[in-house]
T-cell receptor, first 112, second 113 residues
């Protein structure tokens, strides 16, 4: 059973528009959520995170929203750039410094 | 901060052979993780070290897999009697004691033929 779900395997967006990547989770004990970006032949790179005590965290063009009641989080990228094209993974932790549980990823393509 | 280093980047081995991968974490990071990633999947947790102590192992880590982190520095992951199903990207990550986020290495891609 998947505890972290990314139901959209891929997303295509025009340059300059907003990209919205979604993630759902089932474990109500998760207390920290992260987004990672992965380019081919590289390891995942940390992008942005949010604690369960917050509902929004912003870092430049990237904003993560958390809806605990719906067990849903989303990553907004605005404006999207071609260099943002990558696979984005949602991850969650339920024990603070324990291991992260990852979703299957969403491949974002930003077209010029 | 030189990042997390993994060696080798690629490994092709015949079924039944043993392979060993190495991970050098960021020096001040006391936590070290091994993950495995197959095509179309997210990284799957294998095992976790805090300093030299192996604190957690996934059920994915069969008895053919063993990991060590002597002296709490670099780590090795050994797979004995490799099977075709072991073909995957093996990712190492490290983290500080007080930080949720990991820093991943570039991974070792294993192909078992």
């Amino acid at each position: 059973d998947q505890q972290v779900k990314q139901n959209s395997p891929s997303l295509s967006v025009q340059e300059g528009r907003i990209s919205i990547l979604n993630c759902d989770y089932t474990n109500s004990m998760f207390d920290y959520f992260l987004w990672y970006k992965k380019y081919p032949a590289e390891g995942p790179t940390f992008l942005i995170s949010i604690s369960s005590i917050k509902d929004k965290n912003e870092d430049g063009r990237f904003t993560v929203f958390l809806n605990k009641s719906a067990k849903h989080l989303s990553l907004h990228i605005v404006p999207s750039q071609p260099g943002d094209s990558a696979v984005y993974f949602c991850a969650a932790s339920d024990r603070g410094q324990g291991n992260l549980i990852f979703g299957k990823g969403t491949k974002l393509s930003v077209k010029p | 901060d030189t990042g997390v280093s993994q060696d080798p980047r690629h490994k092709i081995t015949k079924r039944g052979q043993n392979v060993t991968f190495r991970c050098d974490p960021i020096s001040e990071h006391n936590r070290l993780y091994w993950y495995r990633q197959t095509l179309g999947q997210g990284p799957e947790f294998l095992t976790y070290f805090q300093n030299e102590a192996q604190l957690e192992k996934s059920r994915l880590l069969s008895d053919r897999f063993s990991a060590e982190r002597p002296k709490g520095s670099f780590s090795t992951l050994e797979i004995q009697r490799t099977e075709q199903g072991d073909s995957a990207m093996y990712l190492c990550a490290s983290a500080r004691r007080d930080h949720y986020g990991y820093t991943f290495g570039s991974g070792t891609r294993l192909t078992v033929v």
